[in-house]
């Protein structure tokens, strides 16, 4: 992925990991953060609470 984050001097390539793993057989999220969000009862969720979360970073950053 080439672009540029909000808080990037420059472009630059951007590589997306997985950010779904499972603990102890249950369904996590990994954030830039390094925190761990859930856990969640199947993929379809995580991936919606995934796009919240990231909304609600979004907002955050523009707020302050």
């Known amino acids: ?3 540029m ?13 997985d950010r ?3 603990v ?3 369904l ?3 954030t ?3 925190t761990l969000e859930g856990p969640f ?6 991936e919606r609470e995934i796009q919240a979360y990231i909304e609600r970073m979004q907002l955050l950053s523009t707020t302050h």
């Open 20 to 22: 779904l793993c499972r």
């Open 1 to 3: 992925m080439y672009g």
């Open 41 to 46: 009862d199947n993929p379809e969720l995580a």
């Open 5 to 17: 984050r909000a808080r990037d001097n420059a472009p630059a390539i951007h590589f997306r990991s």
């Open 28 to 30: 996590y999220f990994s």
């Open 24 to 26: 102890n057989g249950q």
């Open 32 to 34: 830039r953060e390094n």
